[in-house]
């Protein structure tokens, strides 16, 4: 094979847009003196270059970017080997380095961006994470997108969530997966009923454009470790991107509160029954009206440790404390002569006054928020609170009425 031999002055040497192959395979440019703009306004798809070719790097031969061979590919800028032999150089790395590494001798055209897809995932939660508290609604989405770069379908995906380390436990909504088109309309929407948040969850394949969104629906059922350290949300995506199988990952802090703990229901009034005032009445205790008297209590404090030991979940009991009886004058009656009383499940009675008096305790040991968030106290009729009079000859015919406070204790 022989070789042209080229003047010492190739400036300008193909100035037309109308080249879109040069063969220069047989090209000796190894006495070339000037190359400068030697390709200016020329646009190559391919460009073939010999043994004996040499770019003069110190000129300027303004080799450009090559032009995509079929219409829809989509380019990265660089030049390669059509024989794919070669890694991809952006013109100017091409003018410095052919002839060494793997820029040998042969026919080169544009390299073409592969068609894989790069997904975007964020977690997100409906509420701010330092506003949340133990029984209150929570949902956490995952939402899965293509970014700008990704150029081709997402398949083989699946979902791996660590979410508020379970603290937050799913409602009879469960899991729901939604796959969306590209102008946001809704394809298609999947239930799943039969998973925890920790479960892998399988989502449909992802056209380029089109998005989805894991949504977990329920509660957050016990507060998290630390206020300090907040907890680390991570959701977890595997899908293969076109090439390889490949993962993302996000993570989110969240902070799951204590919730309160305090009386759901006080009933306002213990109304007793009426007492005949005769001669023969002597000391006598007096019951209540109501069958189903009782008080309600919430208590929605978590089991982890807490930023504040005050208020992690502990032992606690409820006290009473009761003021004089008045008469419908306002008039105050001796507790000589008329007072409440508790009456405990084993017989016991003590007056109840203005110091303070446990009526009831519990013991937390074992308990969850989510299965042990309610309790209730009442007393068979013959127990409880009672009223109690001691003397009928203080007392007249007409309605009296004391005032009595209730209270929880958490233990120290």
């Not at 790069?118 to 509420?127: A, E, H, R, S």
């Not at 016991?348 to 309610?374: L, M, Q, R, Y």
Request: hydrophobic share 35%; glycine share 6%; proline share 3%.
């Amino acid at each position: 094979m022989g070789y042209f031999k080229c003047n010492r002055d190739v400036c300008y040497f193909f100035w037309t847009k109308k080249l879109e192959e040069l063969n220069l395979s047989s090209w000796d440019t190894t006495k070339v003196t000037a190359m400068n703009r030697m390709f200016s306004n020329v646009s190559l798809k391919k460009l073939t270059l010999g043994n004996k070719f040499r770019f003069r790097s110190n000129d300027k031969p303004e080799l450009g970017a090559p032009i995509k061979i079929n219409l829809d590919d989509e380019l990265t800028g660089n030049w390669i080997r059509e024989d794919g032999k070669s890694i991809g150089y952006t013109p100017e790395q091409f003018v410095t380095t052919y002839g060494n590494k793997d820029l040998t001798p042969g026919t080169y055209i544009a390299e073409v961006k592969k068609k894989e897809s790069k997904l975007n995932v964020n977690l997100i939660f409906n509420k701010n994470s330092q506003e949340i508290s133990v029984g209150e609604d929570l949902t956490a989405t995952v939402k899965i997108t293509h970014t700008v770069e990704s150029l081709a379908k997402a398949t083989n995906i699946s979902l791996k969530s660590d979410l508020v380390a379970g603290s937050m436990v799913l409602n009879d909504e469960g899991i729901v997966v939604q796959v969306f088109n590209e102008d946001g309309t809704l394809k298609k929407e999947i239930p799943i009923k039969d998973k925890q948040p920790s479960d892998t969850i399988d989502i449909p394949d992802l056209e380029k454009g089109e998005y989805a969104q894991v949504m977990y629906i329920g509660k957050a059922w016990n507060n998290v470790s630390d206020k300090t350290e907040n907890h680390l949300s991570k959701a977890t995506v595997s899908y293969n991107n076109g090439l390889k199988e490949t993962t993302s990952v996000v993570t989110n802090n969240f902070y799951i509160k204590n919730g309160p703990h305090g009386f759901l229901k006080v009933p306002n009034v213990i109304t007793y029954g009426e007492v005949e005032l005769n001669a023969n009445l002597k000391e006598s205790l007096v019951n209540r009206q109501e069958k189903d008297w009782e008080l309600s209590i919430n208590d929605l404090r978590g089991t982890n440790k807490d930023f504040d030991e005050t208020v992690k979940r502990q032992n606690w009991r409820i006290t009473a404390k009761a003021g004089l009886f008045n008469d419908s004058k306002g008039n105050e009656v001796l507790p000589s002569i008329l007072t409440l009383v508790y009456l405990a499940e084993d017989g016991t009675e003590t007056e109840i006054n203005s110091d303070s008096f446990d009526i009831f305790s519990h013991d937390v040991a074992g308990e969850t928020p989510i299965n042990d968030s309610k309790h209730s106290l009442k007393w068979q009729e013959d127990k409880g609170i009672k009223a109690k009079i001691y003397n009928r000859g203080g007392l007249k015919s007409e309605d009296y009425q004391a005032s009595i406070n209730f209270e929880i204790v958490a233990a120290p």
